[in-house]
């Protein structure tokens, strides 16, 4: 005959041998707090095992980031992060050692003046010297001089100033010193390129005489407009070279031979070899 425990037994000898374990047991001192104990090393973490930052980079942060710090960079990787930290822009510290050592631009006006040697070339007299008839000799031909000049140079690419020339011409003898004078308003524009030889267009009006011996025997008037070449020797001086086309309108006038020269409109190809300096006026 098999006994049989009585209901309710089998959970009460289960809760007595816990409440008997439970006060055998002796606590676990904390880490750390037992008196000689050395620090524990962290745990090497296994192959393919992912650490609590890349747990919490799973959770909350961003995947991508994760991955691009867990994975070896390639060659194209390496490369891209150098061009990129090439072309980053400099730090302040690098932008005050350049500016210390590379002036800024300068913004000066200028008064400059100067003198040229010049050169007018005659194309043609028009009918002051006729092709054919007693007046055949041409009175008014090519000749050489030299040119006065002023003006103001502005902060930017502008020069607006007069000139004084004049020039001994060839008259075939008719004159004993035919001497062409020419007085003219002109304007230069030179752009920048960043270079001390610049190139630069130049137009301008006048006025004219012509005559023996600095006489005044006819008159009229000129536009010119041309190109040239300025060399900046230093911040105070230059030298230039400039060719431009002159049509010149004469007045009739009788030579001192008692011919009648009638209204002409000469045309000239003028050079000028040229040497000019610059007083400062100001800063902008």
């Given at each position: 005959?098999?006994?049989?425990?009585?209901?309710?037994?089998?959970?009460?000898?289960?809760?007595?041998?816990?409440?008997?374990?439970?006060?055998?047991?002796?606590?676990?001192?904390p880490?750390?707090?037992?008196?000689?104990?050395?620090?524990?090393?962290?745990?090497?973490?296994?192959?393919?095992?992912?650490?609590?930052?890349?747990?919490?980079?799973?959770?909350?942060?961003?995947?991508?980031?994760?991955?691009a710090?867990?994975?070896?960079?390639?060659?194209?990787?390496?490369?891209?992060?150098?061009?990129?930290?090439?072309?980053?822009?400099?730090?302040?510290?690098?932008?005050?050692?350049?500016?210390?050592?590379?002036?800024p631009?300068?913004?000066?006006e200028?008064?400059?003046y100067?003198?040229?040697?010049?050169?007018?070339?005659?194309?043609?007299?028009?009918?002051?010297?006729?092709?054919?008839?007693?007046?055949?000799?041409?009175?008014?031909?090519?000749?050489?001089?030299?040119?006065?000049?002023?003006?103001?140079?502005?902060?930017?690419?502008?020069?607006?100033?007069g000139?004084?020339?004049?020039?001994?011409?060839?008259?075939?003898?008719?004159?004993?010193?035919?001497i062409?004078?020419?007085?003219?308003?002109?304007?230069?524009?030179?752009?920048?390129?960043?270079?001390?030889?610049?190139?630069?267009f130049?137009?301008?009006?006048?006025?004219?005489?012509?005559?023996?011996?600095?006489?005044?025997?006819t008159?009229?008037?000129?536009?010119?407009?041309?190109?040239?070449?300025?060399?900046?020797?230093s911040?105070?001086?230059?030298?230039?070279?400039?060719?431009?086309?002159?049509?010149?309108?004469?007045?009739?006038?009788?030579?001192?031979?008692?011919?009648?020269?009638?209204?002409?409109?000469?045309?000239?190809?003028?050079?000028?070899?040229?040497?000019?300096?610059?007083?400062?006026?100001?800063?902008?």
């Open positions: 005959m098999r006994l049989r425990p009585p209901p309710g037994a089998l959970p009460v000898a289960i809760i007595a041998a816990g409440a008997l374990l439970s006060s055998t047991a002796v606590a676990a001192p880490e750390g707090k037992v008196e000689g104990a050395l620090p524990r090393a962290a745990p090497t973490p296994r192959a393919g095992a992912r650490t609590a930052g890349a747990v919490d980079q799973g959770i909350g942060g961003d995947p991508d980031a994760t991955a710090t867990a994975a070896p960079k390639s060659d194209d990787a390496i490369e891209a992060q150098e061009d990129g930290a090439a072309t980053a822009p400099p730090s302040p510290v690098t932008q005050r050692l350049q500016l210390a050592t590379r002036p631009p300068l913004h000066v200028y008064a400059q100067g003198v040229a040697l010049a050169a007018e070339i005659s194309l043609d007299a028009g009918a002051a010297c006729p092709r054919s008839g007693p007046l055949y000799s041409c009175i008014l031909g090519s000749g050489g001089g030299l040119a006065i000049r002023s003006g103001y140079r502005s902060p930017g690419p502008w020069y607006f100033g000139a004084y020339q004049f020039t001994k011409m060839d008259s075939s003898n008719l004159y004993r010193l035919g062409f004078q020419q007085l003219r308003a002109e304007m230069r524009y030179m752009p920048d390129i960043g270079y001390r030889a610049a190139p630069y130049s137009a301008g009006i006048g006025g004219v005489v012509y005559g023996n011996e600095w006489g005044v025997e008159g009229g008037a000129l536009i010119f407009g041309g190109v040239g070449v300025e060399l900046e020797v911040r105070r001086a230059v030298l230039g070279v400039s060719c431009v086309y002159r049509p010149v309108l004469l007045a009739g006038w009788k030579d001192t031979a008692n011919y009648e020269r009638a209204t002409a409109i000469a045309q000239f190809v003028g050079f000028e070899l040229l040497l000019e300096v610059r007083t400062e006026l100001g800063r902008r």
